[in-house]
């Protein structure tokens, strides 16, 4: 059965890209505007292998939706990576606290992303 | 007598309030003076990427076109006539990698808009100021409350915007910054924890 993973991000061409990259490589693929919106697919039972999440979003932003998932006890142990144009230290070691898996910087090389996505998913 | 020091008085607190408001707009002019060539090098920088993120996309179109001819080519020729399986092969491979490219190529719009909202938003800050400078020009509190600079800085992601913000206040790129930081592309990093 194909693995999910949800993409959080509040650029639709961003998401776009993404689950281009995705459903090519044959994952299912499903999408979020912000965080808001993630926590609430996410409270309706979806239950993606993997979430992808932007930085800076309106309202809930990457760092904040990564603590709420973290809070669910089924969530507790998806990977979940940043993919952000950020890429200072500061803002890393904070993902990290909150409980993110890797850090891309944008733009994403599709490839490289694939490699990393099957780094990070359960085999 | 009484008349002569009211008027002195009065003038003494007109005096006062146009030296507040002289320091006001010296204030502004001079944190919106070093901001404009740190905004226009962002909007550069915009101008610069979207022109090369169209060369990406026209190279890697006309590339995927011109195998998509071959491919018609050797399909319209009798078998066992067309070029080796091999060949086509790495014809595959090579579209792979243009399709690659060209989704890297098209995420300058979300990169590129990041950007522009950064020049956007002191634009916006700046125009506040303004406005609360000719309703009350002689608040003390404006100069006070004005930090476009720290706020421009703060708003930043990009290690390329940072740079460009260094290289555009002191004519060089701050510490850790690419020497070069023009290319989004050398920026591209994956961090697992």
Same mark, same amino acid.
């Given at each position: 059965?194909?693995?999910?993973?949800?993409?959080?991000?509040?650029?639709?061409?961003?998401?776009?890209?993404?689950?281009?990259?995705?459903?090519?490589?044959?994952?299912?693929?499903?999408?979020?505007?912000?965080?808001?919106?993630?926590?609430?697919?996410?409270?309706?039972?979806?239950?993606?292998?993997?979430?992808?999440?932007?930085?800076?979003?309106?309202?809930?932003?990457?760092?904040?939706?990564?603590?709420?998932?973290?809070?669910?006890?089924?969530?507790?142990?998806?990977?979940?990576?940043?993919?952000?144009?950020?890429?200072?230290?500061?803002?890393?070691?904070?993902?990290?606290?909150?409980?993110?898996?890797?850090?891309?910087?944008?733009?994403?090389?599709?490839?490289?992303?694939?490699?990393?996505?099957?780094?990070?998913?359960?085999? | 007598?009484?008349?002569?020091?009211?008027?002195?008085?009065?003038?003494?607190?007109?005096?006062?309030?146009?030296?507040?408001?002289?320091?006001?707009?010296?204030?502004?002019?001079?944190?919106?003076?070093?901001?404009?060539?740190?905004?226009?090098?962002?909007?550069?920088?915009?101008?610069?990427?979207?022109?090369?993120?169209?060369?990406?996309?026209?190279?890697?179109?006309?590339?995927?076109?011109?195998?998509?001819?071959?491919? +018609? *080519?050797?399909?319209?020729?009798?078998? @066992?006539?067309?070029? =080796?399986?091999?060949?086509? &092969? %790495?014809?595959? /491979? !090579?579209?792979?990698?243009?399709?690659?490219?060209?989704?890297?190529?098209?995420?300058?719009?979300?990169?590129?808009?990041?950007?522009?909202?950064?020049?956007?938003?002191?634009?916006?800050?700046?125009?506040?100021?303004?406005?609360?400078?000719?309703?009350?020009?002689?608040?003390?509190?404006?100069?006070?409350?004005?930090?476009?600079?720290?706020?421009?800085?703060?708003?930043?992601?990009?290690?390329?915007?940072? +740079? *460009?913000?260094?290289?555009?206040?002191? @004519?060089?790129?701050? =510490?850790?910054?690419?020497? &070069? %930081?023009?290319? /989004? !592309?050398?920026?591209?990093?994956?961090?697992?924890?």
């Amino acid at each position: 059965m194909a693995q999910t993973v949800l993409i959080v991000d509040d650029s639709r061409t961003m998401r776009d890209m993404v689950a281009l990259t995705l459903a090519d490589a044959g994952f299912q693929v499903v999408q979020a505007g912000d965080g808001d919106e993630a926590v609430g697919k996410l409270a309706s039972g979806s239950k993606p292998d993997l979430v992808v999440t932007d930085l800076n979003m309106p309202g809930m932003d990457g760092i904040s939706l990564i603590r709420e998932i973290r809070k669910m006890p089924t969530l507790k142990f998806t990977p979940i990576l940043m993919l952000t144009t950020e890429s200072s230290d500061d803002k890393k070691a904070e993902g990290r606290a909150a409980g993110a898996t890797g850090w891309i910087v944008k733009p994403f090389n599709p490839e490289q992303f694939l490699k990393v996505l099957k780094k990070v998913l359960p085999a | 007598m009484e008349q002569k020091a009211a008027a002195e008085a009065t003038l003494r607190q007109q005096i006062t309030q146009l030296e507040q408001s002289n320091r006001s707009w010296e204030a502004f002019a001079a944190h919106a003076i070093p901001l404009m060539p740190i905004l226009t090098r962002q909007i550069e920088a915009v101008i610069a990427q979207t022109e090369r993120a169209a060369l990406d996309l026209t190279g890697k179109i006309r590339s995927i076109s011109e195998r998509a001819r071959r491919q +018609a *080519a050797d399909m319209s020729r009798p078998a @066992g006539s067309g070029r =080796a399986v091999e060949q086509v &092969q %790495a014809d595959a /491979e !090579e579209l792979a990698a243009d399709v690659s490219r060209i989704i890297m190529a098209m995420q300058f719009q979300d990169i590129t808009k990041q950007k522009l909202e950064h020049v956007a938003q002191p634009l916006a800050q700046m125009k506040t100021y303004m406005e609360s400078l000719l309703a009350n020009p002689a608040s003390p509190e404006l100069s006070k409350a004005l930090n476009l600079l720290e706020e421009v800085e703060r708003s930043y992601t990009m290690e390329t915007e940072r +740079a *460009a913000m260094a290289h555009a206040l002191h @004519g060089h790129a701050h =510490a850790g910054a690419p020497a &070069q %930081a023009t290319s /989004e !592309e050398e920026e591209q990093s994956v961090t697992l924890f």
